[in-house]
């Protein structure tokens, strides 16, 4: 995965204020290949042994200054050290006027130099989540994502068994539509996964028999958003009758996507089973475990406790 400099500039540059200073464009096709944004403040002073080159380096207030109070010859010999390694992109901050010598090798070494408006920090801020977003894992998954109570629930089975209709019913009930048939994933830090719909498909469903509808046209803005982080994957299949499902809920079931686990929760489906109200439920309960309330735990150990003295008898019963 990688970032294009013309495409920073062209997504981000009114956001963060940037301003090419250098003149070739070529240098624009360079890319950035890492998430992480880098001072080059080491490599500078003459420290190259660990500098990471396919990073974004910002050259802050601190940087120019020690540039500038270099003497001409160590200046340009910090520089070449710098733009030997042949980085993406220098972006300074503060709209600093940089040295003249930086501009010089930079155009020679095919190194676009940008120049943002912001202060080092409202830059950082502003930046980090951008190319975490840029560089974040991402995946594909047949299904619909609704956002129920507050919790992402991101139903899924095979094609044609009531996903779509089951989260229109959730829409008319008043809960949100995130997306539909196809759900781009992303995983945020080390396990939050992130739920959106497709460009061209937002807000668009296909129900069966009726066609595509336009659910925010049909049900106002409330009733859809952006994106949600999944929290539950609900499991729909067809009900057999030899299979065994769970009734209590002690034994947790997960699946895993992009190698976060994710809990997961299979609804056998029969005729005339209200798939949308237990869908509520299903929101609801993990609500309550996220609160530190487990209703089939807490109903174990009381069934437990009430059995407790029935064991005790026939523990000691010698017949």
Known sequence: MSLKVRELLELRGRSLRLRLVTEDVRALEREVTRAEISSPGLVLAGYTERFASGRVQVLGETEVSYLNALDVDRRR???EALLAFEVPCLIATKGQELPSVLIEVAERRETPVIVSELKTAEFYRRMIPFMNDRFAPRTFVHG???DVYGVGLLFVGRSGIGKSECVLDLVERGHRLVADDVVQISRRGHDLLIGSGH??????MEIRGVGIVDVRALFGIRATRQQKRIEVVVQLVEWKQQEAYDRTGLDADHTVILD??????TIPLNPGKNITVISEVVAMSHLLRYSGVDSAADFDVRLQDAMAPVREYLEEDDE
């Open 77 to 79: 010999e910090a520089v």
């Open 144 to 146: 619909s994502l609704a």
């Open 199 to 204: 460009e061209l498909a937002r807000h668009h």
């Open 260 to 265: 976060v686990p994710i809990r997961r929760v």
